[in-house]
């Protein structure tokens, strides 16, 4: 299936409530129903987005990760058997007197579980578990992307593979290493392995978002002369001008050098917070000279 818009779908928008959510889908999916339209092939497909858009909107954690990551990276997350797990809207068919165990086994093709015929008896066909495992990366990492080398031990049996970490992104994301989970029975397929990743702190940098914070601090007499200032950003060496007479806490934008915005694109901006720096020690001209100023107001 085409990767559209969930939202679009249903005939939402971004930032719909639960309610809104749910009252569209009884709406769409009893309409396109297959037990109304039978052997209408546009209906039933149609009927399938319906039912994976609600499947993922109606979940708060999915519905999280899709408005976080956009399709594409959710998508990079969550296989098909990740987003109809838990996934009944039986009731709401019920209610209008439709079918739905046998419509939605026939339609996704047993989605997460199902059964098959073996040595004249049936057997269940089930996906193996799924194990999660927390992936601590650096700040540097986090925003340029790396390739790390993961560890792991399944069944007794010990396993190393290389997880692409993609720019940009952050703590309280999750990867999904497909297959890499409990092994399935009945012939079923092998549950996941999911990444929860924790970014680590960086001693220097601060992070809202995808903007980067570096606080900084200036001289007295810079902050009120003003002037230029060379700042590290995480693209390398950069110059801003500081305006006379600049307080401290104020921001200097700079704008597209944050992080990386995955499902989004683009890049959030850099912002050096100003600091300004009060001597505790003076040197006897340094204190003459104060002097002289404080007599001048300031």
Same mark, same amino acid.
């Given at each position: 299936?085409?990767?559209?818009?969930?939202?679009?779908?249903?005939?939402?928008?971004?930032?719909?409530?639960?309610?809104?959510?749910?009252?569209?889908?009884?709406?769409?999916?009893?309409?396109?129903?297959?037990?109304?339209?039978?052997?209408?092939?546009?209906?039933?497909?149609?009927?399938?987005?319906?039912?994976?858009?609600?499947?993922?909107?109606?979940?708060?954690?999915?519905?999280?990760?899709?408005?976080?990551?956009?399709?594409?990276?959710?998508?990079?997350?969550?296989?098909?058997?990740?987003?109809?797990?838990?996934?009944?809207?039986?009731?709401?068919?019920?209610?209008?007197?439709?079918?739905?165990?046998?419509?939605?086994?026939?339609?996704?093709?047993?989605?997460?579980?199902?059964?098959?015929?073996?040595?004249?008896?049936?057997?269940?066909?089930?996906?193996?578990?799924?194990?999660?495992?927390?992936?601590?990366?650096?700040?540097?990492?986090?925003?340029?992307?790396?390739?790390?080398?993961?560890?792991?031990?399944?069944?007794?049996?010990?396993?190393?593979?290389?997880? %692409? /970490?993609? !720019?940009?992104?952050? =703590? &309280?994301?999750?990867? $999904? #290493?497909? @297959?890499? +989970?409990?092994?399935?029975? *009945?012939?079923?397929?092998?549950?996941?392995?999911?990444?929860?990743?924790?970014?680590?702190?960086?001693?220097?940098?601060?992070?809202?978002?995808?903007?980067?914070?570096?606080?900084?601090?200036?001289?007295?007499?810079?902050?009120?002369?003003?002037?230029?200032?060379?700042?590290?950003?995480?693209?390398?060496?950069?110059?801003? %001008? /500081?305006? !006379?007479?600049?307080? =401290? &806490?104020?921001?200097? $934008? #700079?704008? @597209?050098? +944050?992080?990386?915005?995955? *499902?989004?694109?683009?890049?959030?901006?850099?912002?050096?917070?100003?600091?300004?720096?009060?001597?505790?020690?003076?040197?006897?001209?340094?204190?003459?000279?104060?002097?002289?100023?404080?007599?001048?107001?300031?």
């Amino acid at each position: 299936m085409a990767q559209q818009d969930y939202y679009e779908i249903l005939g939402l928008k971004k930032g719909a409530t639960a309610d809104e959510i749910k009252k569209a889908f009884r709406k769409l999916a009893v309409k396109y129903h297959p037990d109304k339209n039978p052997g209408d092939k546009k209906a039933e497909d149609r009927f399938k987005e319906i039912n994976e858009a609600y499947a993922v909107l109606s979940d708060p954690q999915k519905k999280s990760q899709y408005d976080q990551f956009g399709s594409t990276g959710f998508h990079q997350r969550y296989s098909q058997e990740d987003i109809f797990r838990g996934f009944n809207a039986g009731d709401i068919f019920k209610e209008f007197g439709l079918g739905s165990d046998d419509v939605f086994s026939r339609i996704f093709g047993g989605v997460g579980g199902g059964s098959f015929r073996q040595g004249g008896r049936y057997s269940m066909r089930s996906k193996g578990s799924d194990f999660e495992m927390e992936l601590a990366i650096s700040f540097m990492e986090a925003f340029a992307g790396a390739e790390k080398r993961v560890s792991f031990t399944m069944g007794g049996r010990s396993e190393e593979i290389s997880v %692409k /970490i993609p !720019a940009g992104i952050d =703590s &309280g994301a999750r990867l $999904r #290493l497909a @297959g890499k +989970g409990g092994a399935g029975s *009945g012939g079923g397929p092998a549950g996941d392995m999911f990444l929860d990743i924790v970014v680590r702190a960086d001693p220097k940098y601060l992070r809202e978002g995808a903007d980067i914070i570096l606080p900084l601090q200036i001289s007295y007499s810079h902050a009120c002369l003003g002037g230029p200032l060379d700042v590290a950003t995480l693209d390398g060496k950069k110059r801003i %001008k /500081i305006p !006379a007479g600049i307080q =401290s &806490g104020t921001k200097v $934008r #700079l704008k @597209g050098l +944050g992080f990386p915005q995955p *499902g989004k694109g683009g890049r959030g901006d850099f912002f050096v917070q100003i600091q300004i720096a009060v001597p505790q020690l003076l040197s006897p001209r340094q204190s003459e000279l104060l002097a002289a100023l404080a007599k001048e107001g300031m």
